[in-house]
Nanobody, 125 residues
Framework: VQLQASGGGLVQAGGSLRLSCAASGRTFSRAGMGWFRQAPGREREFVAA????????YYADSVKGRFTISRDNAKNTVYLQMNSLKPEDTAVYYC???????????????????WGQGTLVTVSS
């Protein structure tokens, strides 16, 4: 699986962005998918994850109620809708996939085999 993240940019606090992660590879529809982020000087942290069917999702407490992860297997794409953005959401956002965890939620970065290149989200106050 190869991943290409896009949709980052500069937005004011309270605004919204939608990130996309386009995947190639025949096993995408069976892969568990996740979003992580890394702010300057900080470790990469879990944001959200979704199982292969899109039925089960899970969020970090810091984004719960503001972010929504979804996927369209027909388009080989996973999305992260980010609303009510805060300056502390500023980070490089990465999508990740793992072909062996399609039925479970994985929150650890080590649980993902494939990673996108990252897209920068900057939230101004």
């Amino acid at each position: 699986v190869q991943l290409q993240a896009s949709g980052g940019g500069l937005v004011q606090a309270g605004g919204s962005l939608r990130l996309s992660c386009a995947a190639s590879g025949r096993t995408f529809s069976r892969a568990g998918m996740g979003w992580f982020r890394q702010a300057p000087g900080r470790e990469r942290e879990f944001v959200a994850a979704v199982t292969w069917s899109g039925t089960n999702t899970y969020y970090a407490d810091s984004v719960k109620g503001r972010f929504t992860i979804s996927r369209d297997n027909a388009k080989n794409t996973v999305y992260l809708q980010m609303n009510s953005l805060k300056p502390e959401d500023t980070a490089v956002y990465y999508c990740a996939a793992d072909e062996n965890s399609g039925f479970i939620i994985v929150t650890a970065a080590t649980g993902y085999e494939y990673w996108g290149q990252g897209t920068l989200v900057t939230v101004s106050s």
